[in-house]
């Protein structure tokens, strides 16, 4: 078992990743255990593994409830969040007890804000199902719902009390949401660590194919990137955590033009933002061009966007800014913008000209 601890003080906790690591549970949430039941709250396409988790606690003297929720990103929503914690509260929940989150970004992002509030704060536990959750967002502690205004407007930081991660939970998990997710892999590589990027490029493919030993490294070496930038700036104040968002704000705005569906997944909108993020660099002269190429390159051969023309985006690049203005992340009427100097080497630049990004998207091929 790789554990990669996040230290955040009072709030530290441990990401433990193990291949077959549900089949383990009961011996890592016992020592959470109270005189009420575990409530683990779900969705409908990955109930089974949380049928598995509750046999496996009963088989433990681990008692359990279940809550299914339905899937998909309509989720995250103020109903279903008054839903949820009506039910918690009705199962009698209390402050001590921990909610196990087992799904993807949907379910953690929902049952952390709902653990959140609920009586001003509760423990809960990430078991992520996804890649993308595995590798960013079941480590950090941001937690949210969608507003009519917008995804991940209302939310909370709570940290979690522990993360679960079993790799292995990706064998039924579709190949187009594996891409989706290994682009938040590529991310890791090319915020600050150019030799993970290498990596990526000579292990992608193995990874994408369910290789465990790929898999698990990418995971763990993930998630303990992620620890170090949250350890240094849990709630994005000093710009270390922002470069998490690498090619959030190109990826933003693509998401919003095809109207956050199924279109174009987040995590693909993520892959052809950080290509888009490395190519205004290189016309800025700020990057070199071939370190563009090769991003697009390796996210081109990992059956992710990597373009305007392969994300499906014809809207000109007036359109595509004015969606980026509704960024959550704008501050004092600016957009941060995470640039790059090259592979591993990201910076935060708060004077991006947005007329400079129009005419930039605006020379990008359309399909
Ligand atoms: N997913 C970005 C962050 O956790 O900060």
């Known amino acids: 078992m790789r554990v990669v601890p996040v230290a955040l003080g009072a709030r530290s906790y441990e990401v433990r990743i193990a291949s077959g ?11 959470l255990a109270r005189k009420r039941p575990f409530v683990i709250v779900t969705d409908a396409n990955v109930a089974p593994h949380a049928q598995r988790l509750a046999a496996v606690l009963a088989a433990a003297d681990l008692a359990s409830e279940t809550i299914v929720l339905p899937a998909g990103e309509g989720t995250k929503s103020w109903a279903q969040l008054e839903a949820l914690l009506d039910r918690l509260l009705d199962l009698g929940i209390e402050r001590g007890d921990h909610v196990i989150a087992l799904g993807g970004g949907v ?15 509760c423990n809960f536990v990430q078991v992520p199902t996804t890649l993308l959750a ?28 522990l993360v679960l991660i079993d790799p292995d939970l990706l064998d039924t998990l579709p190949l187009r949401e594996q891409r989706a997710g290994y682009a938040e892999v590529v991310k890791y590589g090319l915020i600050d660590d150019a030799d993970f990027f290498a990596w990526c490029e ?6 994408l194919a369910g290789d465990p030993d790929a898999r698990a490294y990418a995971i763990a070496h993930s998630v303990g990137a992620k620890a170090r930038i949250v350890g240094e700036d849990e709630r994005e104040t000093t710009g270390t955590r922002a470069l998490l968002n690498l090619g959030h704000t190109f990826g933003h705005a693509l998401e919003a033009e095809t109207g956050f569906s199924d279109r174009l997944l987040h995590g693909e909108g993520v892959a052809a933002g950080m290509a888009l993020a490395f190519a205004f660099s290189a016309r800025q002269g700020l990057c070199p061009q071939a370190d563009a190429e090769r991003v697009a390159a390796h996210l081109e051969a990992s059956g992710l966007p990597h373009d305007l023309a392969s994300a499906g985006i014809t809207a000109s690049g007036g359109r595509l800014v004015e969606h980026m203005l509704h960024d959550k992340k704008m501050d004092a009427g600016t957009l941060p913008f995470l640039l790059a100097r090259g592979i591993g080497a990201t910076y935060l630049d708060r004077h991006v000209d947005l007329a400079e990004v129009a005419a930039f998207l605006d020379e990008q091929p359309r399909p």
């Open 21 to 31: 690591l549900l089949g383990d549970a009961a011996a890592h949430l016992a020592p």
């Open 107 to 121: 379910i953690g992002d929902l049952v952390g804000f709902a653990s959140a509030i609920l009586k001003r704060g």
């Open 134 to 161: 595995q590798v960013d967002s079941s480590v950090g502690g941001k937690t949210a719902i969608n507003s009519r205004a917008g995804k991940n407007l209302v939310g909370a930081f709570h940290q979690p009390a």
């Open 202 to 207: 000579g292990n992608g493919e193995a990874l």
